[in-house]
């Protein structure tokens, strides 16, 4: 078996001045580039091109798939596609790299979820987000000046999926004891070291050149995992089953990595196993004061809880069994750090 894992890995300050050179070095010659609002405005004007012919559009977010595959096939013909911006861009990006056979150059700019370096994409069909298979980037191209500037907010949302790994990881085996698939052991050990090095990082200042390193190479180690088990297992058990329940029940539904960090500390709490340590990178991060300043609806969690085995009926994390999900509402709602994360 042959695993395609990321070819070009790039993630320091200046890299996206080398996009050219990367390209050149790659054979790509003509390149499609899609942006967001924000990069097409504030980055990539900033971009030289001497000997690489690059064809750059602006994309709104939101399309939905069915509207994005219809334009993937009147793309022009080019060697490689890049998508440069947030999760949106990225994710339609590379979608449409993936059905038109490109090679995909993911430039994320914020390091909000693990998104940018793994197979999945999050799309929208009939307006609510689901998520589609694709192939994994050919190159990650992370320049950490545009990263710095992200909000804060996407900041702690990218914290947020990292640490989700470890209720993932807990999941898996679960699931694995209850002879439901297995674990991969390669996968297991990339999802487990990147949260473990990451959580090594000194967290006071979400902003430092060493902190935001560490989290991107943890969400890209974290995404390139799902290439090797060929699932999503490694990064996502029961409380990435919660977010994406909540995605489809809530009037509003929230930011990915925010509503996975907090179902991750519950899942934690579920599972007995390593809450104390979330309890500390969320403290220490900022993210449990930003979800305190942005509360959570409870009844739309306690709903999500119900309805997150149905969103993928053949896995078997807690959450697919009654008495796990019944403690997993019981925490929701006496749960002292919990309550301060939802709206009273
Ligand atoms: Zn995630």
């Not at 990321?6 to 996206?16: E, R, S, W």
């Not at 914290?159 to 679960?174: E, K």
């Not at 991969?184 to 949260?195: E, G, I, T, W």
């Not at 699932?231 to 539904?253: C, F, K, N, V």
Request: proline share 5%.
């Amino acid at each position: 078996m042959q695993i395609a894992i990321p070819t070009v890995l790039d993630i320091q300050y200046g890299a996206l001045e080398k996009l050219e050179e990367r390209c050149l070095e790659h054979g790509f010659r003509t390149l499609l580039l899609w942006c967001d609002a924000f990069t097409y405005t504030e980055v990539i004007p900033h971009l030289q091109w001497k000997h690489l012919y690059v064809q750059i559009e602006k994309i709104e977010d939101g399309k939905e798939v069915s509207q994005l595959a219809a334009d993937a096939y009147d793309l022009a013909s080019v060697d490689a596609m890049a998508a440069c911006g947030g999760g949106g861009v990225i994710d339609q990006g590379k979608y449409a790299a993936f059905l038109r056979g490109l090679p995909f150059i993911s430039i994320p700019t914020s390091a909000s979820n693990d998104g940018f370096a793994s197979t999945t994409c999050s799309l929208y069909q009939q307006g609510r987000r689901i998520s589609v298979p694709a192939a994994v980037p050919y190159a990650v191209i992370a320049d950490l000046d545009v990263i710095q500037h992200t909000p804060e907010e996407m900041l702690l949302s990218g914290v947020g999926d990292v640490m989700s790994n470890i209720p993932a990881l807990y999941d898996w085996q679960f699931e694995a004891d209850a002879g439901v698939g297995r674990v991969h052991a390669f996968a297991a050990m990339l999802s487990r070291n990147a949260v473990n090095s990451f959580i090594r990082t000194p967290m006071q200042d979400i902003r430092h050149p060493a902190f935001l390193k560490e989290l991107v190479s943890a969400l890209t180690m974290s995404g390139v995992s799902t290439v090797i088990s060929g699932s999503t297992a490694p990064i996502s058990g029961s409380e990435h089953l919660l977010s994406h329940a909540l995605d489809q029940e809530a009037a509003t539904p929230g930011r990915h990595g925010i509503q996975v960090g907090t179902a991750a500390y519950l899942m934690c709490l579920v599972h007995e196993h390593r809450s104390e340590r979330l309890y500390k990178v969320f403290s220490r991060t900022g993210f449990f004061d930003w979800v305190r300043a942005h509360p959570l609806n409870r009844e739309d969690w306690i709903r999500a809880v119900e309805a997150a085995p149905a969103i993928k009926p053949k896995r078997h994390t807690y959450l697919h069994e009654e008495a796990w999900r019944k403690k997993a509402i019981h925490l929701l709602e006496t749960d002292a750090v919990l309550a301060e994360l939802f709206t009273p």
